[in-house]
Antibody, heavy 119, light 108 residues
Framework: QVQLQESGPGVVKPSQTLSLTCTVS??????????WSWIRQHPGKGLEWIGY???????LYNPSLKSRALISADTSKNQFSLNLTSVTVADTAVYYC???????????WGQGSLVTVSS | SYVLTQPPSVSVAPGKTASITCGGN??????VHWYQQKPGQAPVLVIY???DRPSGIPERFSGSNSGNTATLTISGVEAGDEADYYC???????????FGGGTKLTVL
């Protein structure tokens, strides 16, 4: 069974960089055909797609984040990460890491990690 | 930019049929997925590729997509179906993914 687990600081100061890591078990992130993505959900609000890293290393981001997001992968640890720079209180959200395919949707989600931006 | 529109809320009596819509310009030409999210939990995929059901999802859940509207239909609604439901579109041209604003399903 594929499992994903987010980890990282629960609080980040404004203007700093939010960094989260997703540890994957039960599947290899370097196996073809899957996108490893980050989704966030602001408190009491809907879901927002942040971006993905493909098994090949290709990345794509939601243009609304204005180039602040960077997703990378460490295949030796079977992990992928999200860095979000210059955060503000508007970046306070639950961040989910996921595995998806374009045609079959997001089949696996992490439990979510609440990140609060606060001084 | 592309916008997906869902009704904020839908209410239905137990045993009846609930229809949750997701509107978007020519959405019928795109691939739509649907997710169920209960309070404090991660979302769960209930319909993918417009109308396919993942294993473990009851047959009561079905989907359709045509023209400017995609629809999630839940027949024989149960109390346990009360949740937020989100549509997601995959744009094959840009490869972007986009979520609708979500619909809260209330079982009366």
């Amino acid at each position: 069974q594929v499992q994903l687990q987010e980890s990282g600081p629960g609080v980040v100061k404004p203007s700093q960089t939010l960094s989260l890591t997703c540890t994957v078990s039960g599947a290899s992130i370097s196996r073809g055909g899957y996108y490893w993505s980050w989704i966030r959900q602001h408190p009491g609000k809907g879901l927002e797609w942040i971006g993905y890293i493909y098994y090949s290393g290709t990345t794509l981001y939601n243009p609304s984040l204005k180039s602040r997001a960077l997703i990378s992968a460490d295949t030796s640890k079977n992990q992928f990460s999200l860095n979000l720079t210059s955060v503000t209180v508007a970046d306070t959200a639950v961040y989910y890491c996921t595995r998806e395919t374009s045609l079959r949707g997001i089949g696996f989600w992490g439990q979510g990690s609440l990140v609060t931006v606060s001084s | 930019s592309y916008v997906l529109t869902q009704p904020p809320s839908v209410s239905v009596a137990p045993g009846k049929t609930a229809s949750i819509t997701c509107g978007g310009n020519n959405i019928g030409s795109k691939t739509v997925h649907w997710y169920q999210q209960k309070p404090g939990q991660a979302p769960v995929l209930v319909i993918y590729y417009d109308s396919d059901r993942p294993s473990g999802i009851p047959e009561r859940f079905s989907g359709s997509n045509s023209g400017n509207t995609a629809t999630l239909t839940i027949s024989g609604v149960e109390a346990g179906d009360e949740a937020d439901y989100y549509c997601q579109v995959w744009d094959s041209y840009s490869d972007y993914r986009l979520f609708g604003g979500g619909t809260k399903l209330t079982v009366l």
